[in-house]
């Protein structure tokens, strides 16, 4: 039992890496696939939203399908369906095959991430919880530590569609270790899936998130935008009216009156707006704000993955000394401000500057991604695991993907305003400050936690049991 509790969070991890590798290559090689497939930089905003839309549309069927068949079994199935995509995604010759094979990824990735999560917390002690989530991510966070430089360097000096091929290896080796490993836990409900529900969070999803992608793109006619946009908004309303009548719903908003999961979601979703803009933002300020080749904005943005895995070793003891609430309203501020350092970047600053920034950066924002994770089931009962991780990864895909539609609709419109189509690097002052501060907003939601939110999950002793010892009592 022992060596399987320390073998799930590594097994897990190989489906992060793969997947936040993925991602970070991507970002970095973007400007290079626009000008081979010949469309506009900006344009490529779909192909990232249409991967994180198809995150949001299927991830909360994956709690159902793995308490149906098996936590394994979906898990092993949904690496297969990313490696396709990933191989699509190699073969495509325009923005429109292009976009389609990133949702097809995407439906991969939600049901990979979400499950293996899952995993985790129905194999793993909540004693254990903080470390093993310290110890799955480690592995995780070298994907984008991996993925700017290699990406860089393969657009660079071979070409772009050889990055999608190396998920193929990472994803054989996954599935065997799964295989091997895994155990096929299953629910102790079966509950009937909620169609309906998934139907509507689909359309409301898809709406929203879709509508604003394309606003102001040209990509399709104004009245199918707003369509898009008011048909989301009002599918989103009709689900909140079919969750409050459903038994089962697809989404269970009632785990929302759980104070860590609220602030998890909410505060969460703020932050992702921010920090989820940046790995977009930032190649192409690099790359066609300084004109540096694919290679050296890779080299350059990696700094961050750096940052983000120095903090895995201290994470636990860290939260343990101060607590979930004081950690997550401090550092929101605190990563939220390295964030708003992208304008900074822009006017000009140094290259060792940009470098130690983003190092810096890296380490806050990690610590605030784990910190909410772990926070968000900290008050979860064990039987409700699986409908909670399918809220909290519907609200962390659609959060980022409404941070690059944001950020990549501030540059646009600072280059309608402008009346100039060419992009220069102070075309995205604006885009920073802009996420910057929607992420620090998150912060007020933050400091509404109870004092003594998580504190089983850190071992941490409450603030009354504190008190009492500091005063002599007991």
């Known amino acids: 039992m022992i060596k399987r509790q320390r073998l799930v969070p590594l097994i897990v991890a190989v489906a992060l890496f793969m997947e936040n590798m993925d991602s970070t290559v991507i970002s970095t090689s973007l400007p290079a696939i626009a000008v081979d497939i010949g469309t506009n930089p900006l344009a490529l905003k779909l192909a990232i939203t249409s991967y994180l839309l198809a995150l ?24 297969v369906v990313f490696v396709s995509g990933s191989i699509a995604c190699a073969f495509s010759q325009a923005l ?42 480690t592995p995780a966070v070298i994907g984008p530590l991996l993925g700017p430089p290699l990406g860089g360097f393969i657009t660079t000096y071979l070409s772009w569609h050889w990055i999608f091929f ?123 704000g300084f004109h540096m080749t694919p290679f050296q904005s890779g080299l350059i943005t990696f700094a961050t993955a750096i940052g983000a895995l120095s903090n ?61 994770n772990i926070i968000a089931f900290a008050d979860v009962d064990p039987a409700q695991s699986s409908r909670a991780t399918s809220l909290v ?4 895909q659609l959060s980022m993907s ?17 009346g100039e189509p060419t992009m220069t690097a102070s075309d995205f002052i604006p885009a920073f400050l802009v996420v910057a501060a929607i992420a620090a907003s998150s912060a007020v939601l933050f400091a509404r936690l109870p004092a003594n939110a998580g504190a089983e999950l850190t071992r941490r002793r409450p603030v009354t049991e504190r008190a009492d010892r500091s005063s002599g009592v007991g």
Do not use: C
């Open 166 to 288: 190396i998920n193929v290896p990472i994803g054989l080796i996954g599935f065997v270790l799964v295989q091997r490993y895994v155990e096929n836990v299953r629910g102790e409900e079966q509950a009937r899936f909620d169609f309906v529900g998934m139907i509507l969070v689909g359309i409301g999803v898809g709406g929203l998130a879709f509508g604003a992608s394309v606003l102001g793109l040209g990509f399709l006619p104004a009245s199918v935008v707003v369509a898009l946009i008011v048909g989301g908004a009002t599918s989103t309303f009709a689900y909140v009216l079919h969750a409050r009548r459903t038994p089962a719903p697809v989404l269970d908003l009632s785990l929302l009156q759980l104070p860590t999961l609220r602030a998890s979601v909410a505060g969460g979703s703020l932050f992702r707006i921010g920090a989820g803009a940046m790995p977009f933002l930032l190649p192409l300020l690099l790359q066609i």
């Open 393 to 396: 990864s519907v609200a962390q």
């Open 312 to 372: 895995k070793a201290v994470i636990a003891r860290v939260l343990a000394r101060y607590g979930f609430r004081t950690v997550l309203t401090g550092n929101a501020l605190i990563a939220s401000a390295f964030v708003a350092a992208g304008a900074v970047f822009a006017l000009g600053l140094p290259v060792p500057a940009i470098i130690l920034t983003l190092l810096v950066s890296g380490f806050f924002r990690s610590l605030q991604f784990t910190s909410l």
């Open 96 to 137: 429109e095959h292009f976009v389609v094979a990133r949702f097809l990824q995407g439906m991969g990735g939600a049901m990979m991430t979400p499950v293996g999560r899952l995993i985790l917390v129905r194999t793993v002690s909540r004693t254990e919880l903080v470390r093993a989530m310290a110890l799955m991510t």
């Open 402 to 418: 409404i941070g690059v539609a944001a950020g990549a609709f501030a540059v646009e419109t600072t280059l309608r305003l402008k």
């Open 56 to 79: 949001a549309i299927f991830i909360p069927a994956s709690g159902w399908m793995a308490d149906r068949f098996g936590a394994r079994t979906v898990f092993s199935a949904a690496i």
